[in-house]
């Protein structure tokens, strides 16, 4: 398959968990069980992008590449968009980006997105999505939607119930959740957008509805959607998460 890098950001300054990273999950850094995840991979280079030297001794300790980022970097975008621009990627150069919350995304996955964006070669980025199987999901602002094109190109992306199954709605019935995809925030770059995505102004809509992907939208980009059959288990946003996945990974819970 083709080469790619994958690069995880992780900052200390998490809103609902302020130094997440560090967390303690089964006896680990949380930040290390995500480099193990990346490391199952067949990425070519694992880096973390950090701004607290800290996360960046996790990441020497287990055996991946450091590179320390600017503390006001705004986004886990713009953090590998500076490790891009240091190394000088090539234009086509595929980088995949797992967040440094993310200890349950299964390696292959990250080879899967990667083979994705390399058999699109007129896509910007890749990522996946998964059925919606119920209701209350489709609701949910916490779990975001996209739809796309017949042929899998995204068309949009939000914290609303999309598509909206307007009938359903006018008879006081349950949707039809045949066409209801959730995203899975996981994603492949060529690098060439990366860099021009971190250098445009966040866009309107993405200031609407907190969702980076819509400022590639609005620029026109080409986001390719693969479809999986289900999800990995959630990251890490709240305590209860981290209680939850150190559960899972001390083996005192099924996923």
Known sequence: MAAFHVVIPARMASSRLPGKPLAAVAGCPLIAHVIA?????????VI???????????ARQCG????????????????????????????????????GDEPLTPGPLLDDLARLLADTPDADMATFGVPIVRPEDLADPNQVKLVTD????????SRAPIPWDREAHREGRAPALDQ????????????GFLRRMSAEAPAALEQL???????????????QVGRRGDAHPPGVDTPEDLDRVDALLSGRARV
Request: hydrophobic share 45%.
């Open 37 to 45: 995840r990346a490391k199952e991979s067949r990425a070519s280079r």
């Open 48 to 58: 973390v992008a950090a701004d607290d030297e800290r996360i960046l001794d996790v």
């Open 64 to 99: 991946v590449e450091a590179f320390p980022t600017e503390a006001d970097l705004p986004s886990g975008t713009d953090r590998i968009a500076a490790v891009a621009a240091a190394e000088g990627w090539g234009d086509e150069s595929i980088v995949v980006n797992l967040q």
């Open 150 to 157: 017949a042929s899998g190109r995204a068309l949009y992306f």
């Open 180 to 191: 209801a995809t959730r995203h899975l925030g996981v994603y492949a770059y060529r690098a």
């Open 209 to 223: 509805e907190q969702l980076e992907q819509l400022r590639a939208l609005a620029m026109g980009a080409w986001i």
